[in-house]
């Protein structure tokens, strides 16, 4: 059976712009500051700590929830990721004398992030316009208008590091001693760890992916690098070995128990390995990628959640990182001529853009994918086919249906779903109805 956490934990849609009016305190002195990605603040007798300063137009919000609490220097700002959501809004907290603190990795990853920063954007607003969107309304209120030039500001510029570090790190402040571990299996290659060993708390920011406990994702729809299972397992081990009593991740509430937080990393461990080698074995005895993500599921004992990755995209990612591109189907995968560009002679044969779309139509409902296949074939021979659009309509709110996608009960996928809508809106934008 899927974990029980899983279950009980929001997923991808309830992740939310900071908004909250005041810090949630999940310990003495450590406070929680949610948004889009999570952001900390450690309060010890020598000044404060923050964890995290969230997207540009979130800093004014945390900044606020903070300062209400305690109005000391703050004496570091650390960084688990180089992430623009955890990272945006460092520059409104950095003071004189401000250690801003960071992996060593991760002007690595800001460089990556930077050079295809438009490509990112144009990718990302698909899943994220109404977040942003509304982040952004929420900073042009009066309350928050004395920050936002240094919050617009903050937006284009990437947070430089005053001290990196290769594996760990430590220090003491006012009492409280943290310790930082690199764990470079995380969403980026400077994912780090925080751990307070006096406390027994360890913040992870997005080691385990957006969601926890959900199996990784090891690509995202809007465009990363490929992240890696073995790297991620060592990661999790990482953590695993210091017992940590509380969870504090990079969404939503704190995880607390040892004992459960052990059982939730070691039925991840389990479900990242098993989907690992079960590909691996599959790619040894020669079956071919997608029989592979039709084929690959997790056991029921070490089921856990595919809210923001999924296991058959896992299965891709890791065939391709072992492999790469080429995948022995086509001559054609060696050349740039695209996929489909024979879709409009196929349409020809078959009679022409109507004859195809009407059969599309007859498959919406029970086969949606061949439809969708058959609507872009007939769309690559007239884009502005109105019944092709229409099919391209119903098919994918067919999946949309199909994987639970408006229904807050069902386990959907958050990236699965942002793209069948985007899809479902193009279209019907193409029909004039959006």
């Given at each position: 059976?899927k974990?029980?956490?899983?279950?009980t934990?929001?997923g991808g849609f309830?992740?939310?712009?900071?908004?909250?009016?005041?810090?949630?305190?999940?310990?003495?002195?450590i406070?929680?500051?949610?948004?889009?990605?999570?952001?900390?603040l450690?309060?010890?007798?020598?000044?404060r700590?923050?964890?995290?300063?969230g997207?540009?137009?979130?800093?004014?919000?945390?900044?606020?929830?903070?300062?209400a609490?305690?109005?000391?220097?703050?004496?570091?700002v650390i960084l688990?990721q180089?992430?623009?959501d955890?990272v945006g809004?460092?520059?409104l907290?950095?003071?004189?004398?401000t250690?801003?603190?960071?992996?060593a990795?991760?002007?690595a990853c800001?460089?990556?992030?930077?050079?295809?920063a438009?490509?990112?954007v144009?990718?990302?607003?698909?899943f994220?316009?109404?977040?942003?969107?509304?982040?952004?309304a929420?900073?042009r209120?009066?309350?928050h208008?004395?920050?936002?030039a240094?919050?617009?500001?903050?937006?284009?510029?990437?947070?430089?590091p005053?001290?990196t570090?290769?594996d760990?790190?430590?220090?003491?402040?006012?009492?409280?001693?943290f310790?930082?571990?690199?764990?470079?299996?995380?969403?980026?290659?400077d994912?780090?760890c925080?751990?307070?060993?006096?406390?027994?708390?360890a913040?992870?920011?997005?080691?385990f992916?957006?969601?926890?406990?959900h199996i990784?994702?090891?690509?995202t729809?809007?465009?990363?690098?490929?992240r890696?299972?073995?790297?991620y397992?060592?990661?999790?081990?990482r953590?695993?070995?210091?017992e940590?009593e509380?969870?504090?991740?990079?969404?939503?509430?704190?995880?607390?128990g040892r004992?459960l937080?052990?059982s939730?990393?070691?039925?991840?461990?389990?479900a990242?390995l098993?989907?690992?080698?079960?590909?691996?074995?599959?790619?040894?005895?020669?079956?071919?990628?997608?029989?592979?993500?039709?084929?690959?599921?997790?056991?029921?004992?070490?089921?856990v959640?595919?809210?923001?990755?999924?296991?058959?995209?896992?299965?891709?990612?890791?065939?391709?990182?072992?492999?790469g591109?080429?995948?022995?189907r086509?001559?054609t995968?060696l050349?740039?001529?695209?996929?489909?560009?024979?879709?409009?002679?196929?349409?020809?044969?078959?009679?022409?853009?109507?004859?195809?779309a009407?059969?599309a139509?007859?498959l919406?409902?029970?086969?949606?994918?061949q439809?969708?296949?058959?609507?872009e074939m007939?769309?690559a021979?007239?884009?502005e086919?109105?019944a092709?659009?229409?099919?391209?309509?119903?098919a994918?709110?067919?999946?949309?249906?199909?994987?639970?996608?408006?229904?807050?009960?069902?386990?959907?996928?958050?990236?699965?779903?942002?793209?069948?809508?985007?899809?479902?809106?193009?279209?019907?934008?193409?029909l004039g109805?959006?």
């Open positions: 059976m974990t029980e956490l899983c279950r934990r929001p309830e992740i939310r712009p900071a908004s909250a009016e005041a810090a949630i305190p999940v310990a003495d002195g406070y929680l500051s949610p948004g889009l990605s999570n952001s900390y450690v309060v010890t007798a020598e000044g700590v923050v964890i995290n300063a997207m540009a137009f979130e800093a004014p919000v945390h900044k606020r929830n903070y300062d609490i305690d109005a000391g220097p703050v004496r570091a688990t180089g992430h623009v955890h809004g460092v520059s907290f950095v003071e004189d004398g250690e801003v603190i960071a992996q990795n991760n002007a800001q460089d990556d992030d930077a050079r295809i438009r490509f990112r144009m990718r990302s607003i698909v994220f316009r109404e977040a942003v969107t509304k982040g952004m929420q900073l209120q009066p309350a208008s004395p920050s936002k240094r919050s617009t500001a903050a937006a284009a510029a990437r947070p430089t005053t001290l570090f290769e760990r790190h430590a220090f003491t402040l006012g009492g409280e001693r310790e930082l571990l690199s764990t470079p299996g995380g969403e980026t290659i994912s780090l925080i751990w307070l060993p006096d406390r027994g708390i913040f992870t920011g997005n080691l992916s957006a969601l926890f406990p990784p994702n090891l690509v729809l809007r465009g990363d690098r490929y890696f299972t073995l790297p397992v060592e990661s999790l081990e953590v695993l070995a210091l940590p509380v969870l504090l991740t990079g969404h939503f509430e704190p995880v607390r004992a937080i052990r939730e990393l070691e039925r991840l461990r389990a990242a098993y989907v690992h080698d079960e590909t691996v074995k599959g790619m040894n005895a020669g079956k071919d990628v997608h029989t592979l993500m039709r084929e690959i599921a997790l056991p029921d004992d070490i089921e959640g595919q809210g923001y990755g999924k296991v058959a995209w896992n299965v891709r990612a890791i065939w391709e990182g072992y492999a591109w080429f995948h022995y086509s001559t995968e050349y740039g001529e695209p996929p489909g560009s024979a879709h409009p002679e196929i349409v020809a044969l078959a009679g022409g853009p109507d004859a195809v009407a059969r139509s007859e919406a409902r029970a086969a949606p994918l439809a969708i296949q058959l609507a007939a769309l021979a007239d884009p086919h109105r092709s659009h229409a099919v391209m309509v119903a994918h709110e067919a999946l949309l249906r199909e994987i639970g996608g408006e229904d807050p009960e069902r386990d959907a996928n958050f990236w699965e779903v942002g793209w069948l809508r985007h899809q479902i809106a193009r279209a019907k934008s193409a109805e959006g």
